[in-house]
């Protein structure tokens, strides 16, 4: 495994003539086929999101069933950490749920549970069915903040690639 600053790094292997490069004048989490999580709080979004890669040494062929099927959990996962590592304390408007808020409605519930675990994976199977709906309705409206939303970007690309393939997307970690 390669060792990143900081972080960590999630890279999508695209086949040559996808759009999917770097692009110096996005920001980091509008890159396409990138994931990138600081490595300084959990719970970790990415290690839910595609878990074979951090035990495989080479990328690893992950279907994009599988990364649909987990996006709602990891959108939530990605949103609390989010909230517990940077807006907490700073924002006191953030503890209260309203409608109007509803990113923060769906991730509510979670603040009572999380910080008692150390597995993503025990995390995302606490979350509702009714809370995985909401964050699937915010999936498809697109209604995301830039870090959230760079998850379902890069779940869209691995859909395009196994799509014109017919192979899934290869994907690997470094941390």
Request: proline share 5%.
């Amino acid at each position: 495994m390669m060792v990143s600053n900081m972080g960590i790094d999630i890279y999508m292997s695209v086949p040559e003539g996808f759009a999917a490069k770097w692009q110096p004048n996005k920001d980091i989490h509008e890159q396409e086929g990138y994931l990138r999580e600081s490595y300084h709080g959990k719970p970790y979004a990415t290690r839910y999101f595609v878990e074979e890669a951090f035990r495989a040494e080479e990328p690893i062929a992950i279907s994009v069933g599988v990364l649909r099927s987990r996006l709602p959990a990891t959108v939530m996962i990605a949103n609390y950490r989010y909230h517990a590592l940077y807006e907490q304390g700073r924002n006191p408007a953030l503890h209260e749920v309203s409608e109007n808020n509803l990113l923060e409605a769906v991730v509510a519930p979670a603040r009572e549970f999380m910080g008692s675990f150390g597995h993503e994976h025990e995390i995302a199977s606490c979350f509702s069915e009714e809370q995985l709906r909401a964050t699937t309705a915010l999936i498809a409206s697109r209604n995301l903040p830039k870090y959230a939303l760079a998850f379902v970007n890069f779940v869209d690309l691995a859909e395009r690639v196994e799509f014109e393939t017919f192979k899934p997307a290869r994907i690997y970690a470094c941390y």
